[in-house]
Nanobody, 124 residues
């Protein structure tokens, strides 16, 4: 089992940057594929990006490609989401998630563990 705690959210102006972190505790962080999802007020939670166990493969949603980068440091049991050129439509609660499955996936049901979320607000 793994516990996930996100941090790094806040309020930023459009065009600005933030880096989210997700610290994992528990056993064998490197055994989990990791991902970020987000949920805007009144909307369903949506996939943002995922990274393989080793960090060698990533995938992201079209809406964030070229602006957001997912990475991980297995020695620190942490996954990151670097967000650049933020837009007001990026405003949401951002969640970190972990999956024991090796194949990349963008569906919520593929993930076994979730953090509590961190709020990101982008002002225009």
């Amino acid at each position: 089992q793994v516990q996930l705690v996100e941090s790094g959210g806040g309020v930023v102006q459009a065009g600005g940057s933030l880096r989210l972190s997700c610290a994992a505790s528990g056993r064998s962080f490197s055994m989990y594929r990791m991902a970020w999802f987000r949920q805007a007020l009144g909307k369903e939670r949506e996939f943002v990006a995922t990274i393989s166990r080793s960090g060698g493969r990533t995938a992201s949603a079209d809406s964030v490609k070229g602006r957001f980068t997912i990475s991980r440091d297995n020695a620190k049991n942490t996954v990151y989401l670097q967000m650049n050129n933020l837009k007001p439509e990026d405003t949401a609660v951002y969640y970190c998630a972990a999956s024991i499955q090796a194949l990349p996936g963008s569906r919520e049901y593929e993930y076994d563990y979730w953090g509590q979320g961190t709020q990101v607000t982008v002002s225009s």
